[in-house]
């Protein structure tokens, strides 16, 4: 156990420093993410996964110019070659969240499979990029004037603008909004990758273990909600770890106590309530 707790700590500081590097790899977050939920996932796992998205992207087409061209041979290759694509039930699976199972099963969530699609096709020297609409990850390639869309959940299938808004009323009701379409940075796709583990964890009571280590490598990253602080001292609490998650819940309680004195306080009463719970 100890070397497990060592390894999960080493991965850590291989996570923070990633995200921290000048040119985050979107592919190496991700994987030291599976690492951290799958303790099998060793650095020759690692690497092996790195090694598949470098033999997907030399399968395609030499000399490929203009996204549409882009965006065919990706879902030729990955779509409908190799058969990548989502289903509903990839929804209540961990690993539709874990790149090196999404790249084993050739299923996952939309973003998984984006991140694949990304990865496959900036070896390749795509210009391609992700795209967070609201409830449904996609990609996008070429500059916006030429912007072409593509699902990777749904195989590859081209999408028009008009489809991207129908895709974000129908799945979350929100009102649409163009800036949606903007391009996605990797640390912002990672964040979202690990949001989807808490989501997939807070539906589970069975695995606070889960939405806690999720939790922590958000805390990681360079950005990120400040409210995370406050869901890190709850799971804290709910794992049993008393002090610890009322510490946390104390210095919450100070961030925002120039911005909000009675949330902080309201903090600060759950942190009483959490050493009481040694007594």
Do not use: K
Not at 38 to 45: C, F, M, T
Not at 141 to 169: K, N, S, W
């Amino acid at each position: 156990m100890a070397d497990e707790g060592n390894d999960r700590e080493e991965l850590r500081r291989r996570f923070a420093a990633e995200a921290r590097a000048e040119r985050p790899d979107l592919a190496l977050l991700c994987l030291l993410v599976a690492a951290v939920a799958d303790p099998e996932l060793d650095a020759r796992g690692i690497d092996e996964a790195q090694i598949e998205l470098d033999r997907l992207a030399g399968q395609l087409p030499y000399g490929l110019r203009g996204a549409h061209a882009w965006a065919s041979a990706l879902a030729e290759l990955l779509g409908e070659r190799y058969g990548f694509e989502g289903a509903a039930a990839d929804y209540r699976r961990l690993e539709s969240s874990l790149l090196h199972e999404v790249l084993r099963r050739r299923r996952g969530l939309p973003i998984l499979l984006s991140v694949v699609w990304i990865e496959v096709a900036r070896r390749a020297g795509a210009p391609v990029y992700g795209v967070a609409l609201p409830g449904h990850f996609v990609v996008g390639f070429g500059d916006p004037a030429e912007r072409v869309l593509a699902d990777p959940f749904a195989g590859g299938r081209p999408l028009t603008d008009q489809d991207a808004e129908l895709l974000v009323t129908s799945s979350t009701g929100e009102r649409w909004e163009p800036s949606s379409l903007e391009p996605a940075r990797p640390l912002e796709v990672v964040l979202r990758v690990l949001n989807n583990i808490r989501a997939w964890a807070a539906a589970r009571p069975e695995h606070t273990d889960v939405a806690l280590w999720a939790v922590e490598l958000s805390l990681l990253l360079p950005s990120h909600p400040a409210a995370l602080r406050y869901e890190h001292a709850q799971l804290l609490v709910r794992a049993g770890q008393f002090l610890r998650g009322a510490a946390a819940m104390e210095e919450y309680a100070r961030v925002v106590e120039g911005v909000d004195p009675a949330a902080a306080e309201a903090v600060r009463h759950s942190a009483r309530a959490a050493r009481s719970l040694l007594n």
